[in-house]
C-alpha cells in the first residue's frame, strides 16, 4: 500500500481528490492507497444522497460564509475542519468475498482502524451504527464507502480537537439516527481524541503497512472533478 499525506487547497478539490484517487486505481490496476488530510477551513458535506435542507442548516452557513458540498459516498452530513483529521482508503475487492458487501467491508476496515487507534486512544473504542467509531459511547468517527467493480473507496473522519460547537451551528438533528445516539444533541454525542494529528496518521500507516509515498497525484483527474462536479450547485444542491 502506498501512502499520501496531501491537503489541497480547496473543499472542492480535497473531494475530489478522493474520488479521483479511486478511479487512477480502477484504471491502472495499480497499488492500494491511503491518504490522510485536514482541511484548512470548515466545509460541511452530504452524502451523495443527502438531502441538503433536511441535512444542513443552510442559513447558518450562509450567514458564516460555510460553503456546502456534496461527496460521492453515502452517508449523513458532517462537518469538515482545523481539528478533523480525514483518512482516505483506496483497497482492492479481491478475492475476499467478504469485502464484496457493505456492512462486512464496514466491519472489516472500521477492526482494523479501531486496532490502530487503541495504542494510543486507550480501551474504550467501539464500533457503533453502520459506520461509526465511537469512545465510551461518543462518536468520534464516521465512515462511508463508494464502491466500482474493482476498487473501493471507504473514507472516513476523527475527531481530534474540532469545534462541536460549529457543528450545532450548521446541522440540525438527523432525522435518521443510531440506536446508540439516543436522541443526543451533537454536543453530547460527539467527542474529540485529543491527540496530535501526525501521532494519529502514524498509526494508520503502520497499521496498514502503507511505506512507500504515492507518487502518480493524478491532478488532472482532480481538477476536471473539482471544476466539473465538486464546484457546481446542479451536483452539490442536487437534493
Not at 442559513?59 to 456546502?68: S, T
Not at 482516505?88 to 464484496?100: E, F, I, K, Q, W
Not at 464502491?147 to 473514507?155: D, G, V
Request: charged share 25%; net charge positive; hydrophobic share 40%.
Amino acid at each position: 500500500m502506498r501512502f499520501l499525506d496531501l491537503t489541497l487547497s480547496t473543499p472542492e478539490r480535497n473531494l475530489a481528490c478522493d474520488e479521483a484517487l479511486l478511479h487512477w486505481c480502477e484504471e491502472s490496476e495499480g497499488d492500494e492507497i491511503l491518504r490522510v488530510w485536514e482541511a484548512s477551513h470548515p466545509f460541511a458535506v452530504v452524502g451523495y444522497g443527502g438531502k441538503v435542507a433536511a441535512e444542513v442548516n443552510l442559513p447558518a452557513c450562509r450567514k458564516l460564509g460555510i460553503a456546502v458540498l456534496r461527496r460521492c459516498s453515502g452517508g449523513g452530513a458532517v462537518v469538515q475542519g482545523p481539528g478533523c483529521l480525514n483518512y482516505a482508503l483506496v483497497l482492492r475487492t479481491g478475492g475476499d468475498n467478504s469485502l464484496h458487501r457493505v456492512p462486512e467491508t464496514n466491519r472489516f476496515v472500521l477492526e482494523r482502524v479501531k486496532q490502530a487507534l487503541e495504542p494510543i486512544v486507550g480501551p474504550g473504542i467501539e464500533i457503533q451504527g453502520s459506520s461509526d467509531l465511537a469512545l465510551q459511547n461518543k462518536k468520534f468517527s464516521g465512515n462511508a464507502q463508494y464502491r466500482k467493480r474493482r476498487y473501493f473507496l471507504f473514507h472516513g473522519t476523527a475527531l481530534l480537537h474540532f469545534d462541536i460547537s460549529l457543528i450545532e451551528k450548521l446541522l440540525p438533528m438527523p432525522a435518521k439516527q443510531p440506536a446508540y445516539r439516543k436522541n443526543r444533541p451533537h454536543e453530547n454525542f460527539l467527542t474529540n481524541l485529543m491527540l496530535p494529528a501526525d501521532k494519529v496518521k502514524k498509526a494508520l500507516r503502520q497499521s496498514w503497512s502503507a511505506g512507500e509515498e504515492f507518487k502518480n497525484i493524478p491532478l488532472e483527474t482532480i481538477e476536471r472533478l473539482a471544476r466539473e462536479r465538486y464546484s457546481r450547485d446542479d451536483w452539490n444542491l442536487k437534493f
